[in-house]
C-alpha cells in the first residue's frame, strides 16, 4: 500500500530545510521555502531507497508545488507573480 | 562507439560504459542486436513526434483538453505509445509563458522531443535557468513582457514536461500537416515560440 496523501492541491506546504547525504531529488535551492500543492502527481517507489538498491516501498505521494519566486530568490527581478514549479515528495514536506 | 577518426585514450565513463555493455551481453542478459536496435530507436525520435501532439492541439479543443489532463494517454490517440513517460503538457497563453528545466540533471522528454541539445545539459542552463528566466529566456532572443507570468518547471522527479506553445496568427484553416512544420524542438522546451508566415 503506498503512503496516503496528507496535502491536496491548494494546501500551503513548506520545503523541509534538511541536507541527508545520498541521492535526493529535493533541489537544494527549494529547501526551507514556502508553496502551494498545484498538483498531486501519483506516488512513486522512494528514489532515496532506490538509489540504495532497496525496493523504495511504500510508494511516496509526489506533488508539484508552486513557489513565486520572489519567495525563493531574494531581490527576483522579474514579474511577481512569475513562478517556479518543482516536484517534491511528501516526506520532504511540512504544512504551512 | 567513438569513430572520430582518431584514437584517444578512453574517458572513465567510456571506460565503465564499454565494460558495462560488454558484461551484460557476456552474461547473457542483453544480446548486441538489442542494443542495436535500442540505439536506432533512440534515434528515430524526433522533435517531429512532439509538433505532431502541438498540432493535434491546435486543431482540436477536446484533444487539447484531455492533452492537458493526461498527457500520456492523449498520446495514444495520435499513435505516440509513450507508457514509460508521465508526461504533463503545459499551456502559453497570452498571459504565462511556460519553460522546462532540469536542474538536477537532464530529465527531458526524449519519446517526444529525441536526445536533448547540449545546452540543456550545461550547467549554466540549469542554475540559471530556474534563477532568471528573463535573461536567459533574453539570451534565446525571446523577449517575455514583463506583464507576463512565466513559469519555470523543474523536472526535478517522475515526470516530464511539454510546452504547448501558442498557435501563430495567420494560420487559420492550416492543415495538421502544415501547422506541425511550425513547431520546433526549442518551442516545446519553452526557449522559443513558433513563428507564423511573414514573422
Known sequence: MPEKNRFKPGDRVKVLKAYPPGHIRT???????????ERICGTFPNPEELALMRTGLPAQPLYRVRFLQRDVWPGYSGNPSDVVEVEIFQHWLDPA | MNDQGKYRPL????????????????????????????????????????????????????????????????????????????????????????????????CYPRMLLGIPPDWYKSRNYRSRMVREPRA????????????????????????????????????????????????????????????????
Not at chain 2, 534515434?43 to 484533444?63: I, L
Not at chain 2, 504547448?164 to 484553416?173: F, K, Y
Request: charged share 30%.
Open chain 1, 27 to 37: 533541489p537544494f535551492y527549494i529547501r526551507g521555502c514556502t508553496g502551494e500543492i
Open chain 2, 11 to 106: 574517458s572513465y565513463f567510456q571506460l565503465m560504459e564499454i565494460s558495462l555493455r560488454e558484461l551484460l551481453v557476456e552474461k547473457g542478459i542483453l544480446t548486441n542486436q538489442q542494443l542495436d536496435a535500442e540505439v536506432e530507436d533512440m534515434r528515430r525520435r524526433t522533435p517531429e513526434r512532439g509538433a505532431k501532439v502541438v498540432a493535434r492541439a491546435w486543431v482540436d479543443k477536446e484533444f487539447k483538453k484531455r492533452l492537458l489532463e493526461n498527457g500520456t494517454k492523449a498520446c495514444e490517440e495520435v499513435g505516440l505509445d509513450i507508457p514509460a513517460l508521465k508526461l504533463v503538457v503545459v499551456e502559453n497563453t497570452p498571459q504565462v509563458h511556460n519553460a522546462i528545466v532540469c536542474t538536477l540533471c537532464s
Open chain 2, 136 to 199: 536567459v529566456l533574453a539570451e534565446f532572443g525571446l523577449k517575455i513582457p514583463d506583464e507576463v507570468q512565466i513559469r519555470v518547471h523543474d523536472s526535478s522527479a517522475d515526470m516530464r514536461y511539454m510546452v504547448l506553445p501558442m498557435r501563430p496568427a495567420g494560420t487559420e484553416g492550416w492543415s495538421e500537416e502544415r501547422l506541425a512544420a511550425l513547431v520546433n524542438r526549442d518551442s516545446m522546451i519553452g526557449v522559443a515560440v513558433p513563428k507564423g508566415p511573414g514573422e
